[in-house]
Protein backbone atom coordinates (compact mmCIF):
# COMPACT_ATOMS: atom_id res chain seq x y z
CA UNK A 1 0.00 0.00 0.00
CA UNK A 2 1.72 3.47 -1.33
CA UNK A 3 1.87 6.34 1.22
CA UNK A 4 -1.96 8.11 1.76
CA UNK A 5 -1.38 11.17 0.32
CA UNK A 6 1.57 12.70 -2.33
CA UNK A 7 3.91 14.98 -1.24
CA UNK A 8 3.07 18.17 -0.91
CA UNK A 9 5.62 20.12 -3.56
CA UNK A 10 3.99 23.79 -4.13
CA UNK A 11 7.66 24.49 -6.47
CA UNK A 12 7.52 21.52 -8.40
CA UNK A 13 4.68 22.38 -11.60
CA UNK A 14 4.17 19.30 -13.28
CA UNK A 15 3.69 18.71 -17.34
CA UNK A 16 0.87 18.01 -19.31
CA UNK A 17 -0.23 15.30 -21.10
CA UNK A 18 -2.96 13.87 -23.01
CA UNK A 19 -6.09 12.36 -20.59
CA UNK A 20 -8.76 10.70 -21.79
CA UNK A 21 -11.55 10.57 -19.03
CA UNK A 22 -14.13 8.08 -19.17
CA UNK A 23 -16.93 6.79 -17.29
CA UNK A 24 -15.90 3.43 -15.63
CA UNK A 25 -17.39 0.53 -17.40
CA UNK A 26 -16.80 -3.34 -17.14
CA UNK A 27 -13.78 -3.16 -18.92
CA UNK A 28 -11.86 -1.21 -17.14
CA UNK A 29 -12.72 -2.82 -13.65
CA UNK A 30 -9.24 -4.95 -12.82
CA UNK A 31 -7.06 -1.96 -13.51
CA UNK A 32 -9.66 0.32 -11.18
CA UNK A 33 -9.38 -2.49 -8.27
CA UNK A 34 -5.91 -2.99 -8.41
CA UNK A 35 -5.31 1.17 -8.41
CA UNK A 36 -7.89 0.95 -5.37
CA UNK A 37 -6.24 -1.67 -3.95
CA UNK A 38 -2.38 -0.33 -4.09
CA UNK A 39 -3.77 3.43 -2.66
CA UNK A 40 -6.31 1.92 -0.06
CA UNK A 41 -5.23 -1.71 0.57
CA UNK A 42 -7.94 -4.00 1.03
CA UNK A 43 -9.51 -6.73 -0.57
CA UNK A 44 -9.74 -6.77 -4.44
CA UNK A 45 -13.24 -8.17 -4.54
CA UNK A 46 -15.25 -6.35 -2.04
CA UNK A 47 -13.46 -3.35 -4.18
CA UNK A 48 -14.65 -4.72 -7.42
CA UNK A 49 -17.89 -5.49 -5.83
CA UNK A 50 -18.48 -1.42 -4.62
CA UNK A 51 -17.01 -0.47 -8.55
CA UNK A 52 -19.32 -2.80 -10.29
CA UNK A 53 -22.46 -1.75 -8.13
CA UNK A 54 -21.82 1.81 -8.80
CA UNK A 55 -22.04 1.38 -13.02
CA UNK A 56 -25.65 1.10 -13.34
CA UNK A 57 -26.32 3.77 -10.26
CA UNK A 58 -27.69 7.35 -10.35
CA UNK A 59 -27.08 7.81 -7.20
CA UNK A 60 -23.30 8.13 -7.85
CA UNK A 61 -20.92 7.95 -11.02
CA UNK A 62 -17.34 6.65 -11.14
CA UNK A 63 -14.95 8.29 -14.19
CA UNK A 64 -11.22 7.00 -15.13
CA UNK A 65 -8.86 8.61 -16.73
CA UNK A 66 -6.48 6.71 -19.35
CA UNK A 67 -3.01 7.73 -20.78
CA UNK A 68 -1.89 5.91 -23.51
CA UNK A 69 -4.97 3.93 -23.23
CA UNK A 70 -3.79 2.88 -19.58
CA UNK A 71 -5.63 3.45 -16.49
CA UNK A 72 -4.00 5.58 -14.21
CA UNK A 73 -6.43 7.34 -12.02
CA UNK A 74 -10.51 7.27 -11.11
CA UNK A 75 -12.62 9.68 -9.22
CA UNK A 76 -16.05 9.46 -8.10
CA UNK A 77 -19.00 11.20 -7.33
CA UNK A 78 -22.08 10.51 -4.91
CA UNK A 79 -25.52 11.88 -3.31
CA UNK A 80 -24.91 11.44 0.02
CA UNK A 81 -26.79 12.17 3.14
CA UNK A 82 -24.51 12.73 6.06
CA UNK A 83 -27.48 14.22 8.10
CA UNK A 84 -29.11 11.25 8.82
CA UNK A 85 -28.64 9.74 12.20
CA UNK A 86 -25.82 13.07 12.61
CA UNK A 87 -27.90 15.85 12.80
CA UNK A 88 -25.02 17.93 14.06
CA UNK A 89 -22.74 16.68 11.51
CA UNK A 90 -21.34 20.49 9.54
CA UNK A 91 -21.81 18.42 6.26
CA UNK A 92 -25.20 18.12 4.48
CA UNK A 93 -27.04 16.20 1.97
CA UNK A 94 -25.95 16.66 -1.46
CA UNK A 95 -23.43 15.81 -4.48
CA UNK A 96 -19.73 15.30 -3.15
CA UNK A 97 -16.79 14.13 -4.77
CA UNK A 98 -15.35 11.57 -3.49
CA UNK A 99 -12.03 9.07 -3.91
CA UNK A 100 -9.93 10.88 -6.24
CA UNK A 101 -6.86 8.37 -6.91
CA UNK A 102 -3.85 8.80 -9.24
CA UNK A 103 -1.07 6.10 -10.07
CA UNK A 104 1.97 7.50 -8.22
CA UNK A 105 3.87 7.19 -11.32
CA UNK A 106 1.33 9.69 -13.12
CA UNK A 107 0.98 12.33 -11.07
CA UNK A 108 1.26 15.82 -11.71
CA UNK A 109 0.47 15.45 -15.26
CA UNK A 110 -3.08 16.70 -14.85
CA UNK A 111 -4.59 13.71 -14.52
CA UNK A 112 -5.90 14.67 -11.10
CA UNK A 113 -7.45 18.05 -12.49
CA UNK A 114 -9.18 16.80 -15.42
CA UNK A 115 -10.47 14.50 -13.81
CA UNK A 116 -12.32 17.06 -11.49
CA UNK A 117 -13.04 19.21 -13.87
CA UNK A 118 -15.15 16.82 -15.96
CA UNK A 119 -17.14 15.60 -12.83
CA UNK A 120 -17.85 19.10 -11.82
CA UNK A 121 -19.25 19.25 -15.82
CA UNK A 122 -21.15 16.19 -15.02
CA UNK A 123 -22.83 17.83 -12.11
CA UNK A 124 -23.27 20.75 -13.94
CA UNK A 125 -27.15 21.53 -13.95
CA UNK A 126 -27.58 18.32 -11.71
CA UNK A 127 -26.93 20.45 -8.81
CA UNK A 128 -26.08 24.39 -7.62
CA UNK A 129 -23.59 22.91 -5.49
CA UNK A 130 -21.12 20.38 -4.53
CA UNK A 131 -19.40 19.42 -1.66
CA UNK A 132 -15.66 17.41 -0.79
CA UNK A 133 -13.88 16.87 2.34
CA UNK A 134 -10.56 16.21 3.10
CA UNK A 135 -7.91 15.48 5.75
CA UNK A 136 -5.89 18.91 6.89
CA UNK A 137 -2.89 16.62 6.14
CA UNK A 138 -3.33 16.88 2.42
CA UNK A 139 -2.42 20.01 0.85
CA UNK A 140 -1.95 18.63 -2.29
CA UNK A 141 -5.20 17.90 -2.89
CA UNK A 142 -6.74 20.66 -0.72
CA UNK A 143 -4.77 22.82 -3.98
CA UNK A 144 -5.80 21.53 -6.86
CA UNK A 145 -9.79 21.47 -5.35
CA UNK A 146 -9.04 24.92 -4.88
CA UNK A 147 -8.68 25.62 -8.43
CA UNK A 148 -11.99 24.63 -9.07
CA UNK A 149 -13.48 27.33 -6.37
CA UNK A 150 -13.50 25.41 -3.54
CA UNK A 151 -13.86 26.93 -0.40
CA UNK A 152 -13.42 26.11 3.63
CA UNK A 153 -17.27 25.38 4.51
CA UNK A 154 -16.04 23.46 7.97
CA UNK A 155 -13.13 22.64 9.93
CA UNK A 156 -13.26 19.49 12.85
CA UNK A 157 -15.71 17.54 10.50
CA UNK A 158 -17.42 14.79 11.65
CA UNK A 159 -18.48 13.13 8.69
CA UNK A 160 -20.26 9.70 8.93
CA UNK A 161 -18.33 6.52 8.26
CA UNK A 162 -15.25 8.83 7.71
CA UNK A 163 -12.06 8.36 9.76
CA UNK A 164 -9.72 11.30 9.01
CA UNK A 165 -5.92 11.62 9.26
CA UNK A 166 -5.21 15.05 11.34
CA UNK A 167 -8.79 16.29 11.35
CA UNK A 168 -11.40 16.80 8.27
CA UNK A 169 -12.33 19.68 6.27
CA UNK A 170 -15.50 20.65 4.62
CA UNK A 171 -14.99 22.32 1.28
CA UNK A 172 -17.56 23.69 -1.07
CA UNK A 173 -18.27 25.11 -3.90
CA UNK A 174 -21.23 26.75 -6.41
CA UNK A 175 -21.99 25.57 -10.10
CA UNK A 176 -24.36 27.79 -10.72
CA UNK A 177 -26.03 28.10 -14.07
CA UNK A 178 -23.65 30.68 -15.66
CA UNK A 179 -20.59 28.90 -14.04
CA UNK A 180 -18.66 31.56 -12.95
CA UNK A 181 -15.28 28.96 -13.92
CA UNK A 182 -16.04 29.01 -17.25
CA UNK A 183 -14.68 31.98 -19.72
CA UNK A 184 -15.85 33.25 -22.71
CA UNK A 185 -12.75 33.79 -25.34
CA UNK A 186 -11.49 33.77 -29.17
CA UNK A 187 -8.68 30.95 -30.37
CA UNK A 188 -6.02 33.43 -30.91
CA UNK A 189 -3.94 30.91 -33.31
CA UNK A 190 -4.21 27.04 -33.98
CA UNK A 191 -1.52 24.87 -34.95
CA UNK A 192 -3.15 21.89 -35.90
CA UNK A 193 -0.34 19.71 -37.09
CA UNK A 194 0.80 20.17 -33.30
CA UNK A 195 -2.67 19.90 -31.79
CA UNK A 196 -2.07 23.27 -29.91
CA UNK A 197 -3.08 26.83 -29.75
CA UNK A 198 -4.17 30.23 -27.68
CA UNK A 199 -7.27 31.62 -26.98
CA UNK A 200 -7.44 35.18 -25.69
CA UNK A 201 -10.54 36.51 -23.73
CA UNK A 202 -11.00 39.50 -21.47
CA UNK A 203 -11.71 37.42 -18.70
CA UNK A 204 -7.95 36.83 -18.70
CA UNK A 205 -5.17 40.01 -17.15
CA UNK A 206 -4.45 41.87 -19.64
CA UNK A 207 -1.86 40.87 -22.67
CA UNK A 208 -2.09 37.20 -21.27
CA UNK A 209 -3.61 34.68 -23.57
CA UNK A 210 -4.35 30.73 -22.80
CA UNK A 211 -2.53 28.05 -24.11
CA UNK A 212 -4.46 25.09 -25.07
CA UNK A 213 -3.88 21.96 -26.13
CA UNK A 214 -6.09 19.80 -28.31
CA UNK A 215 -6.84 16.79 -25.74
CA UNK A 216 -9.28 19.65 -23.49
CA UNK A 217 -11.22 20.28 -26.16
CA UNK A 218 -14.60 18.75 -25.58
CA UNK A 219 -15.91 17.57 -29.09
CA UNK A 220 -16.68 14.22 -30.71
CA UNK A 221 -13.77 13.14 -33.48
CA UNK A 222 -10.94 15.18 -34.13
CA UNK A 223 -10.18 17.81 -31.92
CA UNK A 224 -9.03 20.75 -33.33
CA UNK A 225 -9.60 24.32 -32.83
CA UNK A 226 -9.49 27.24 -35.39
CA UNK A 227 -8.47 31.02 -35.76
CA UNK A 228 -11.08 33.31 -34.63
CA UNK A 229 -13.86 30.66 -33.46
CA UNK A 230 -15.68 31.73 -29.88
CA UNK A 231 -14.82 28.99 -27.42
CA UNK A 232 -16.18 28.53 -23.67
CA UNK A 233 -13.30 27.47 -21.60
CA UNK A 234 -12.26 26.80 -18.54
CA UNK A 235 -8.20 27.46 -17.37
CA UNK A 236 -5.98 28.00 -14.65
CA UNK A 237 -2.75 29.53 -13.86
CA UNK A 238 0.45 27.21 -15.09
CA UNK A 239 3.49 27.96 -17.04
CA UNK A 240 3.53 26.74 -20.13
CA UNK A 241 6.32 27.93 -22.91
CA UNK A 242 5.35 32.10 -22.39
CA UNK A 243 2.22 31.63 -21.61
CA UNK A 244 0.99 32.31 -17.68
CA UNK A 245 -2.25 30.28 -18.12
CA UNK A 246 -3.74 26.98 -19.53
CA UNK A 247 -6.61 26.11 -20.59
CA UNK A 248 -7.90 22.90 -18.98
CA UNK A 249 -11.54 22.63 -21.13
CA UNK A 250 -12.17 24.20 -24.09
CA UNK A 251 -16.06 23.80 -26.03
CA UNK A 252 -16.31 25.80 -29.14
CA UNK A 253 -19.79 27.92 -29.38
CA UNK A 254 -19.73 28.17 -33.19
CA UNK A 255 -18.78 26.23 -36.08
C1 LIG B 1 -4.08 14.41 -5.06
C2 LIG B 1 -3.88 13.67 -6.39
C3 LIG B 1 -5.22 13.05 -6.80
C4 LIG B 1 -3.43 14.70 -7.45
O1 LIG B 1 -3.42 14.07 -8.71
P1 LIG B 1 -2.42 14.56 -9.89
O2 LIG B 1 -2.88 13.92 -11.15
O3 LIG B 1 -1.02 14.35 -9.49
O4 LIG B 1 -2.73 16.13 -9.91
P2 LIG B 1 -2.56 17.13 -11.14
O5 LIG B 1 -1.33 16.79 -11.92
O6 LIG B 1 -3.84 17.19 -11.90
O7 LIG B 1 -2.30 18.48 -10.35
C5 LIG B 1 -3.15 19.62 -10.49
C6 LIG B 1 -2.72 20.67 -9.49
O8 LIG B 1 -2.98 20.22 -8.14
C7 LIG B 1 -1.91 20.66 -7.28
N1 LIG B 1 -1.12 19.49 -6.85
C8 LIG B 1 -1.30 18.20 -7.22
N2 LIG B 1 -0.40 17.42 -6.58
C9 LIG B 1 0.36 18.23 -5.82
C10 LIG B 1 1.45 18.02 -4.94
N3 LIG B 1 1.95 16.80 -4.73
N4 LIG B 1 1.98 19.09 -4.28
C11 LIG B 1 1.49 20.32 -4.48
N5 LIG B 1 0.46 20.60 -5.31
C12 LIG B 1 -0.10 19.57 -5.97
C13 LIG B 1 -1.05 21.57 -8.13
O9 LIG B 1 -1.60 22.87 -8.06
C14 LIG B 1 -1.23 20.97 -9.50
O10 LIG B 1 -0.94 21.88 -10.55
P3 LIG B 1 0.57 21.97 -11.15
O11 LIG B 1 1.10 20.59 -11.34
O12 LIG B 1 0.37 22.71 -12.42
O13 LIG B 1 1.35 22.73 -10.10
C15 LIG B 1 -2.78 12.57 -6.30
O14 LIG B 1 -1.64 13.10 -5.68
C16 LIG B 1 -3.21 11.36 -5.51
O15 LIG B 1 -3.74 10.38 -6.06
N6 LIG B 1 -2.97 11.38 -4.19
C17 LIG B 1 -3.36 10.28 -3.32
C18 LIG B 1 -4.85 10.20 -3.20
C19 LIG B 1 -5.45 11.48 -2.66
O16 LIG B 1 -4.92 12.11 -1.75
N7 LIG B 1 -6.61 11.84 -3.21
C20 LIG B 1 -7.37 13.00 -2.80
C21 LIG B 1 -8.28 12.56 -1.72
S1 LIG B 1 -9.40 13.86 -1.29
Known sequence: MESLFA?????????????????????????????????????PTAWRTVLESGLDATDRATFVGLVDGQLVGYSTIAWLAPAIGHPKSAAQDGWYLLGLVVDPSFRRLGVGRRLTAE??????????????????????????????????????????????TGTGLLFGADLTADDPGVAR???????????????????????????????????????ALREGQQVLFRYHAAEQDSFRFVADWVRAIED
Not at 199 to 209: F, M, T
Open 119 to 164: RLRWLHGRTDRVWYFVSSANQASIDLHTEFGFRLSAENLDFPGVSF
Open 185 to 223: GVVKFWKTDKGWGAISSAELPAGRDAWAHFSMIEAEGFR
Open 7 to 43: AYEPEVHGHRTEVVVEPLAQRHLDACVALAVQREGGD
